[in-house]
């Protein structure tokens, strides 16, 4: 008898030593619904994670915000997304905010944890490129300063101006981050394949490198591009194919029959070249491509996601195509200083739709204020906290996580409504998707 | 017995204005390849669509060919142009109020960045290229500075894109703002002291400076009123653009050196004009636009656009008029002698 009662004893601690332990390791977020926003992915738990110093307990709201009403992608990428949104908090106390701001400003930064690991940030462009690219660069250092064991970050910027950027710019701030002895580098490879060398300097000195923003160190299957997950560590991002697919489905339906135009931003780069190639075999029979690409692995209506080139690309496809029905951009903002060109050749903005990855809210106020019932815009997301995504997959790596070849980020598309425009927002030019809290960008965008 | 006679007054315009005739026959080239491929780029409204940006340009070259006038270069075009949009955004404030403060503060910034260029080039007689490259890449650097104490892609002022939005007889104002300082360039050349001075310094400094002409004071100051005229194009350029980044002059490091090159101006100095560089700015904008209509690949266009600037080099203003020389020097007179002409030049 005594001895039944010990075993039961012993099965009932581990029983609750178990229970204690978290749940089950297999849970899966509930699949979602798609556009017609049917029902919304629950977050995972922290069982899975936690052994690599992660929770899944992601806010709702947050994961709403920043994706959308998505099905999850594969439970490997769609866990570190969680892990990563869950350590956005909106809440910041006034010392980080402060901290956050320093490390903005600064092109290194002591974190203030006495952490030894070290942080790389390495842009193509900068911060006074674009918001964009401002904003997404706060979102990792936000991410980052949620990591005691991150004691400094350091940050480069290629100062991307626009047609005539210098490459060797952004080669040498992966050099200055390898020599200044980081522990892993996120960023976004403008250059694409030119990047080739210096990333695989990195890996070679142990240091990992993470793209984001479907940022591939060229696209895979082009001549030269590096293997994420071989040549380096992983990259964030939606699946290309899928978006463009998107993109042409956005098109075949709102355009029907007629012309339509594609646009991108730096000549070949994997984000817009993959999207691209899978957008225009969908396009409907009745849809033209106006600007068709010489051959599949070259990109067409190159904008260089720059103010200072895209009005000469509109010009240019305006003036012959003066009845365009439909574009395919990845970039709102830029999308809107194109739109002005219609002013200039006294066009019409009618009868357009528009199918974009970023949701900048200028031009869905610009949409509002036009008020043309035959003029429609959808977007995925602008995907600025996919930078987090990378810190955390790299925070994640050091902590001996299997990490996946690519972070595959879900997106849908969501037809723009007068809610898309908040007139009260810091700054109109930032993504209604961004995961920084107003407090952060009352800051940075302060007049 | 050989004779020597005087030059007429047709064959000494024959042979200094065909220096400047390749810009002309390739803005007749550019039409008719328009009009084969792309014959809608010639319509009216795509020309006025592209009329201020021709004009942007033309503004940069025509100090550029001042410069290079005096046998100088000038590489800080690009840094003065964003130099002045940064300032119309910050001193602007996104006020009207502030629009004539900021023009004044660029401009003066400006021809802070020229007399710094002129005084290191003028003065000390340092390389050109390698002094204005410097420079400009310091003002850069303060430009990415003074951008950070500003929102990243805050508006220019309303009042000041509203007015270089601004059409007279249908044509944009900045292209009349272009247009208007070529005629007073090409006015003060010609017909004032000054400018006679000035065309004479940059024929033969040497000489010039014999005669008694303040040499370096021409050097110094052409650099100044280069600066300032890039500033002009970097605020029109922002008030198009509506918002500029930082970097806004990026694209027109080489651009307006093609402009003057294909003008017909020699890069060792001396005489150019300033209506052909007008020309050939309009030129090269009418080409760029012409390759991005046609759809040409991003890759494509700069191969284009270097060749172009090489063929401008080859068919430059030195080499007809030693190729004009060549063969008037060869004529002969029926009784077999030789004509001696003046010089193609000056």
Same mark, same amino acid.
């Given at each position: 008898?005594?001895?039944?009662?010990?075993?039961?004893?012993?099965?009932?601690?581990?029983?609750?030593?178990?229970?204690?332990?978290?749940?089950?390791?297999?849970?899966?977020?509930?699949?979602?619904?798609?556009?017609?926003?049917?029902?919304?992915?629950?977050?995972?738990?922290?069982?899975?994670?936690?052994?690599?110093?992660?929770?899944?307990?992601?806010?709702?709201?947050?994961?709403?915000?920043?994706?959308?009403?998505?099905?999850?992608?594969?439970?490997?990428?769609?866990?570190?997304?969680?892990?990563?949104?869950?350590?956005?908090?909106?809440?910041?106390?006034?010392?980080?905010?402060?901290?956050?701001?320093?490390?903005?400003?600064?092109?290194?930064?002591?974190?203030?944890?006495?952490?030894?690991?070290?942080?790389?940030?390495?842009?193509?462009?900068?911060?006074?490129?674009?918001?964009?690219?401002?904003?997404?660069?706060?979102?990792?250092?936000?991410?980052?300063?949620?990591?005691?064991?991150?004691?400094?970050?350091?940050?480069?910027?290629?100062?991307?101006?626009?047609?005539?950027?210098?490459?060797?710019?952004?080669?040498?701030?992966?050099?200055?981050?390898?020599?200044?002895?980081?522990?892993?580098?996120?960023?976004?490879?403008?250059?694409?394949?030119?990047?080739?060398?210096?990333?695989?300097?990195?890996?070679?000195?142990?240091?990992?490198?993470?793209?984001?923003?479907?940022?591939?160190?060229?696209?895979?299957?082009?001549?030269?591009?590096?293997?994420?997950?071989?040549?380096?560590?992983?990259?964030?991002?939606?699946?290309?194919?899928?978006?463009?697919?998107?993109?042409?489905?956005?098109?075949?339906?709102?355009?029907?029959?007629?012309?339509?135009?594609?646009?991108?931003?730096?000549?070949?780069?994997?984000?817009?070249?993959?999207?691209?190639?899978?957008?225009?075999?969908?396009?409907?029979?009745?849809?033209?491509?106006?600007?068709?690409?010489?051959?599949?692995?070259?990109?067409?209506?190159?904008?260089?996601?720059?103010?200072?080139?895209?009005?000469?690309?509109?010009?240019?496809?305006?003036?012959?195509?003066?009845?365009?029905?439909?574009?395919?951009?990845?970039?709102?903002?830029?999308?809107?200083?194109?739109?002005?060109?219609?002013?200039?050749?006294?066009?019409?903005?009618?009868?357009?739709?528009?199918?974009?990855?970023?949701?900048?809210?200028?031009?869905?106020?610009?949409?509002?204020?036009?008020?043309?019932?035959?003029?429609?815009?959808?977007?995925?997301?602008?995907?600025?906290?996919?930078?987090?995504?990378?810190?955390?997959?790299?925070?994640?790596?050091?902590?001996?996580?299997?990490?996946?070849?690519?972070?595959?980020?879900?997106?849908?598309?969501?037809?723009?409504?007068?809610?898309?425009?908040?007139?009260?927002?810091?700054?109109?030019?930032?993504?209604?998707?961004?995961?920084?809290?107003?407090?952060?960008?009352?800051?940075?965008?302060?007049? | 017995?050989?004779?020597?006679?005087?030059?007429?007054?047709?064959?000494?315009?024959?042979?200094?204005?065909?220096?400047?005739?390749?810009?002309?026959?390739?803005?007749?080239?550019?039409?008719?390849?328009?009009?084969?491929?792309?014959?809608? +780029?010639?319509?009216? $409204?795509? !020309?006025?669509?592209?009329?201020?940006?021709?004009? /942007? %340009?033309?503004? *940069? &070259?025509? #100090?550029?060919?001042?410069?290079?006038?005096?046998?100088?270069?000038?590489?800080?075009?690009?840094?003065?142009?964003?130099?002045?949009?940064?300032?119309?955004?910050?001193?602007?404030?996104?006020?009207?109020?502030?629009?004539?403060?900021?023009?004044?503060?660029?401009?003066?910034?400006?021809?802070?960045?020229?007399?710094?260029?002129?005084?290191?080039?003028?003065?000390?007689?340092?390389?050109?290229?390698?002094?204005?490259?410097?420079?400009?890449?310091?003002?850069?650097?303060?430009?990415?500075?003074?951008?950070?104490?500003?929102?990243?892609?805050?508006?220019?002022?309303?009042?000041?894109?509203?007015?270089?939005?601004?059409?007279?007889?249908?044509?944009? +104002?900045?292209?009349? $703002?272009? !247009?208007?300082?070529?005629?007073?360039?090409?006015? /003060? %050349?010609?017909? *004032? &002291?000054? #400018?006679?001075?000035?065309?004479?310094?940059?024929?033969?400094?040497?000489?010039?400076?014999?005669?008694?002409?303040?040499?370096?004071?021409?050097?110094?100051?052409?650099?100044?009123?280069?600066?300032?005229?890039?500033?002009?194009?970097?605020?029109?350029?922002?008030?198009?653009?509506?918002?500029?980044?930082?970097?806004?002059?990026?694209?027109?490091?080489?651009?307006?050196?093609?402009?003057?090159?294909?003008?017909?101006?020699?890069?060792?100095?001396?005489?150019?004009?300033?209506?052909?560089?007008?020309?050939?700015?309009?030129?090269?904008?009418?080409?760029?636009?012409?390759?991005?209509?046609?759809?040409?690949?991003?890759?494509?266009?700069?191969?284009?656009?270097?060749?172009?600037?090489?063929?401008?080099?080859?068919?430059?203003?030195?080499?007809?008029?030693?190729?004009?020389?060549?063969?008037?020097?060869?004529?002969?007179?029926?009784?077999?002698?030789?004509?001696?002409?003046?010089?193609?030049?000056?």
């Amino acid at each position: 008898m005594q001895r039944i009662m010990k075993i039961a004893a012993i099965v009932a601690v581990l029983a609750l030593v178990a229970a204690a332990c978290g749940g089950d390791d297999g849970d899966e977020p509930t699949p979602t619904g798609t556009t017609d926003g049917g029902a919304l992915p629950a977050t995972g738990t922290t069982g899975s994670l936690s052994e690599f110093g992660e929770s899944t307990d992601a806010d709702q709201a947050l994961v709403d915000k920043a994706l959308g009403p998505v099905t999850p992608s594969d439970e490997a990428s769609w866990n570190i997304i969680l892990a990563s949104i869950a350590r956005a908090t909106q809440d910041l106390d006034q010392a980080t905010i402060d901290k956050a701001m320093e490390c903005f400003n600064s092109q290194e930064c002591d974190t203030g944890t006495g952490g030894e690991i070290v942080m790389g940030y390495a842009d193509g462009g900068g911060d006074t490129v674009n918001v964009w690219r401002a904003v997404s660069h706060m979102e990792a250092i936000l991410q980052a300063l949620t990591y005691d064991e991150i004691g400094a970050i350091v940050s480069t910027e290629a100062n991307f101006g626009g047609p005539t950027f210098d490459p060797t710019i952004a080669e040498n701030d992966i050099r200055f981050l390898i020599n200044r002895g980081v522990d892993f580098i996120v960023g976004y490879p403008d250059i694409g394949v030119g990047l080739k060398e210096e990333v695989l300097e990195a890996e070679a000195a142990g240091i990992p490198y993470i793209p984001f923003s479907a940022g591939y160190v060229g696209l895979p299957g082009t001549e030269g591009a590096l293997t994420p997950g071989e040549d380096y560590l992983t990259v964030v991002g939606e699946d290309l194919c899928e978006l463009g697919e998107s993109f042409a489905g956005i098109l075949n339906t709102g355009v029907g029959a007629g012309e339509v135009a594609i646009l991108g931003g730096t000549p070949n780069n994997a984000l817009s070249l993959g999207w691209q190639q899978c957008a225009i075999p969908a396009l409907a029979g009745g849809v033209e491509l106006v600007n068709p690409p010489p051959n599949e692995n070259t990109t067409t209506g190159d904008t260089f996601w720059s103010d200072g080139a895209i009005p000469g690309v509109f010009q240019a496809l305006l003036t012959t195509n003066p009845d365009i029905k439909g574009y395919a951009y990845e970039y709102s903002d830029g999308m809107n200083t194109g739109l002005k060109e219609y002013e200039g050749l006294g066009i019409p903005v009618e009868n357009l739709t528009l199918a974009l990855r970023t949701d900048e809210q200028t031009l869905f106020c610009d949409w509002v204020e036009r008020a043309e019932p035959t003029y429609n815009i959808f977007y995925s997301a602008g995907g600025n906290f996919q930078s987090r995504v990378g810190v955390t997959a790299a925070m994640m790596n050091i902590a001996g996580a299997p990490i996946p070849a690519e972070i595959v980020v879900p997106h849908v598309m969501r037809q723009v409504t007068a809610a898309d425009c908040n007139p009260n927002r810091v700054n109109p030019y930032v993504s209604g998707t961004s995961l920084v809290p107003d407090s952060v960008l009352s800051l940075m965008f302060a007049s | 017995m050989t004779t020597t006679k005087a030059p007429s007054a047709a064959l000494t315009w024959l042979v200094v204005g065909s220096r400047y005739m390749p810009v002309y026959i390739a803005l007749v080239l550019l039409v008719i390849v328009a009009a084969i491929w792309a014959p809608a +780029a010639l319509g009216s $409204v795509p !020309l006025r669509a592209i009329a201020p940006y021709g004009a /942007v %340009l033309a503004i *940069t &070259a025509l #100090g550029q060919v001042l410069v290079i006038m005096t046998g100088g270069i000038d590489l800080s075009v690009p840094g003065t142009m964003s130099l002045a949009a940064v300032i119309m955004i910050g001193i602007g404030a996104g006020s009207d109020e502030n629009i004539g403060m900021a023009i004044a503060v660029a401009l003066v910034a400006a021809a802070v960045v020229g007399l710094l260029n002129g005084i290191l080039i003028g003065g000390l007689k340092l390389n050109a290229l390698i002094v204005t490259l410097a420079v400009g890449l310091i003002v850069i650097g303060v430009v990415n500075r003074y951008g950070r104490t500003f929102p990243v892609q805050n508006p220019v002022p309303e009042g000041w894109s509203d007015w270089v939005a601004t059409r007279i007889l249908g044509v944009s +104002a900045v292209f009349w $703002v272009g !247009l208007g300082l070529t005629i007073v360039v090409s006015v /003060v %050349l010609r017909y *004032t &002291a000054v #400018g006679r001075r000035f065309q004479v310094v940059g024929a033969n400094p040497v000489a010039s400076g014999v005669v008694g002409v303040r040499v370096t004071l021409n050097q110094i100051l052409v650099y100044v009123v280069a600066a300032v005229l890039y500033a002009i194009a970097g605020l029109a350029l922002a008030g198009l653009i509506r918002r500029p980044g930082v970097y806004v002059g990026s694209e027109y490091l080489l651009a307006p050196i093609a402009a003057v090159v294909i003008g017909g101006a020699s890069l060792t100095g001396g005489l150019a004009s300033p209506f052909s560089t007008f020309a050939a700015a309009f030129f090269l904008t009418g080409l760029n636009q012409l390759m991005l209509t046609i759809g040409l690949p991003t890759s494509l266009q700069f191969v284009v656009f270097g060749l172009v600037i090489i063929g401008g080099m080859l068919v430059s203003g030195d080499r007809i008029i030693r190729g004009v020389e060549q063969v008037l020097r060869e004529r002969k007179r029926p009784d077999g002698s030789q004509t001696q002409t003046a010089p193609g030049s000056g």
